[in-house]
């Protein structure tokens, strides 16, 4: 008999290393065990373009530490030696010198001291020197980006009132540029671009000076800015073309391969609407710039990639949502303006993901919903994923970890979530992504960038509001989604305690919520709370403060009254409406609440961060060389993976 697949792993500083299994790999032909093998290479082969993105000195950090790691000859008890290594660990998670969730540059917890005398042992080769660098020159310059808090705080700023640009150290923009230089400069590229199908402009380049002080765009591209990790990449590319699914999927890779060597946004349209178009691959990826919650100003995309294999049984659930995304538009709470006439090619399905690369690994997204434009989305629709054998990771390390009895009110509210929490739990993230996402429309002549650095807090409250809102209604339960009527109000219950209390522990006390996603659902808790006090109350039991719901059924009137709005700010751009509601929702934290909250989990002794080691794939040959197969091994450990991925991958 098989032993159970042991998803817990390595655990260190804030973080829960979890494998997630690929089920159904080893059934697959060998020409789609190939197609998942050069498509993965491909996703990894990206890595070092996230790197440079999220932090200039973010490779020639990493190269440093990892040549200390590997050359060190010192006592391994050494406390400086085992706070350089949690250091390194928790670097090479976020994919740099900055916390993945809270942006803030992490605190070394070895000496400057101990830095110096590792780094001074090794020879100038194992760092990245600039032309005529000396070697003391990059190991000051490195030493003092690592130790001196005040250099590169913050990788995104998004404080209201400040220069969000000179105010964070991520790479999308040279220095010196202003926030007001950028904005100014992207507002005169799209008027003149077409107002009906804008490309999204700047996505795909870093914005930078010439020599006569002229703004322009490095574009990334073949022959550009990341050329030889795009050069690789095409080349996996093209290896997986040969065992595409279908023709469709072989003019996907082509117009993907096209856009890499030309950088021009609509050859990347182009792509991005036969992406959508093609929906009958049973092996599916991604592969590019995609989201922009790493820039500031929300224009430019960090490099991400993943693979998947469709998982058959568990998209029947996601496809009664997509065939009936007419009704769920048409019966929104939001006003008839905002919704859209005809819902046009919303695909759905759930996953089993094969790798996760770039800005999805080692931190994933458990659902995801692509193409970001807007108007390709009117116009041909959407592919929306679950990731089901993530979610069922997460599942399994939640299980007897004490949060529910720690954190949740009473008996009977543990009873319920225990029965329908995981169920709902996966639901709400189809509405959200299947649906969410995909719903409404703006208004003519808005722009689609109209929100700044609002937008993606408001965009993912959207979806969750849509989510909400609906994972309450009979239709669900008609289509044989929910058991019952009872069902939902696990969902409202896990989802306030998070928004409202339990997402707290992942910040540190004195800080305020950075990330969009927190910041979405602080904002949506916090309005309900406020605006629905009769349906929602924070209370005090034996000295410690609860969740309490006494009126589910008005709390869905709320969820729809402030989707209504959401859609409306969204709708119509309007820029101060989405700075009141995020600013005065999602933002602050009441610090006598918070401490309490730490200190409850602090108790469980439990990582409020998780995220994932991949599997390794490895192609088979027989005597003659020729491929015979793909294996696929889970055995890997966290540290070996990483050093291995700066070694093979290794593209800049």
């Known amino acids: 008999m098989s032993q159970p697949f042991n998803t817990l792993q390595e655990r260190f500083a804030d973080l829960q290393l979890l494998r997630y299994e690929v089920p159904g790999f080893n059934l697959l032909p060998l020409r789609q065990k190939l197609l998942v093998y050069y498509l993965s290479e491909a996703a990894l082969l990206g890595r070092d373009i996230l790197w440079d993105q999220n932090c200039s000195v973010g490779l020639r950090i990493r190269k440093t530490l990892e040549a200390i790691y590997t050359h060190y000859d010192g006592p391994k008890d050494n406390a400086e030696w085992q706070a350089f290594v949690v250091y390194l660990k928790r670097v090479w998670f976020s994919n740099g010198i900055h916390h993945h969730y809270s942006y803030l540059k992490f605190e070394p917890g070895f000496s400057r001291e101990f830095f110096m005398t590792e780094v001074n042992k090794l020879d100038a080769d194992s760092l990245l020197l600039r032309k005529n660098e000396t070697k003391e020159g ?21 404080t209201d009132g400040e220069d969000l640009l000179f105010t964070s150290s991520c790479n999308y923009y040279a220095g010196g540029i202003t926030q007001a230089e950028a904005e100014a400069f992207y507002a005169h590229l799209k008027s003149k671009a077409d107002p009906n199908r804008p490309p999204m402009l700047g996505m795909n380049s870093r914005l930078e000076r010439n020599k006569d002080g002229e703004l322009f765009e490095n574009i990334w591209r073949s022959g550009g800015l990341y050329g030889q990790s795009i050069n690789r990449i095409c080349e996996m590319l093209c290896k997986a073309r040969e065992y595409a ?15 890499y060597q030309s950088g021009d946004l609509k050859t990347f349209d182009d792509y991005a609407i036969l992406w959508v ?22 224009l430019k995309a960090s490099w991400e990639g993943y693979v998947n294999i469709i998982d058959h049984e568990a998209t029947r659930r996601a496809r009664a949502l997509s065939d009936n995304a007419e009704w769920f538009e048409n019966n929104s709470p939001v006003d008839s303006r905002f919704k859209k006439k005809e819902c046009r090619g919303v695909s759905a399905k759930v996953i089993s993901a094969a790798i996760l690369g770039g800005d999805l690994y080692p931190s994933s997204a458990i659902g995801i919903n692509l193409p970001n434009s807007n108007w390709i989305r009117a116009e041909y629709g959407s592919k929306s994923v679950t990731i089901a054998n993530l979610t069922h990771a997460y599942n399994i390390a939640a299980k007897g970890s004490g949060m529910r009895q720690e954190f949740v009110i009473d008996d009977i509210t543990r009873q319920m979530l225990d029965q329908y929490g995981d169920i709902c739990d996966d639901l709400h993230t189809d509405l959200h992504e299947c649906l969410g996402h995909g719903s409404g429309q703006l208004l003519p002549g808005v722009d689609a960038d109209a929100l700044r650095a609002y937008g993606s807090t408001i965009e993912e ?5 849509f989510g909400l809102y609906y994972i309450a209604d009979p239709k669900l339960v008609e289509l044989g989604l929910v058991p019952n009527n009872e069902a939902y109000k696990s969902q409202y219950y896990s989802y306030l305690m998070n928004g ?9 006390e004195g800080c305020q919520i950075e990330e969009a996603h927190m910041r979405n659902r602080a904002l949506i808790s916090r309005w309900t709370l406020e605006n629905y006090p009769d349906a929602v109350q924070i209370v005090e039991k034996d000295g410690k403060h609860y969740l309490s719901i006494t009126d589910y059924e008005l709390l869905r009137k709320a969820f729809g009254a ?8 969204k709708s119509e751009g309007d820029y101060e409406a989405a700075r009141h509601l995020v600013e005065k929702y999602g933002i602050k934290l009441d610090a006598k609440l918070h401490k309490e909250i730490r200190e409850r989990y602090k108790q469980l002794d439990l990582a409020p961060y998780k995220g994932f080691i991949n599997p390794r794939y490895e192609l088979v040959r027989n005597a ?29």
């Not at 699914?245 to 856009?259: C, E, R, T």
């Not at 409202?500 to 540190?508: A, D, G, K, N």
């Open 277 to 298: 178009e093609e929906t009958e691959s049973e092996i599916d990826f991604t592969n590019g710039f995609t989201e922009v919650y790493g820039d500031p100003l929300g």
């Open 245 to 259: 699914d279908n023709i469709q999927q072989k003019a996907v890779i082509n117009k993907l391969v096209s856009f």
């Open 562 to 569: 402030l989707l209504a709005e959401v859609q409306r700010i």
């Open 138 to 158: 990059a190991v000051a310059e490195l030493a003092e980006i690592i130790f001196n808090p005040e250099v590169m705080p913050k990788r995104v700023n998004q």
């Open 461 to 465: 409250a959207r979806a969750d509001l």
């Open 624 to 652: 003659e060389g020729t491929i015979t197969d793909v294996s696929i091994s889970y055995n890997e450990a966290y540290d070996k993976q990483m050093l291995r991925y700066s070694q093979q991958y290794s593209t800049l």
């Open 500 to 508: 409202l209390l339990t997402q707290m522990v992942r910040i540190e």
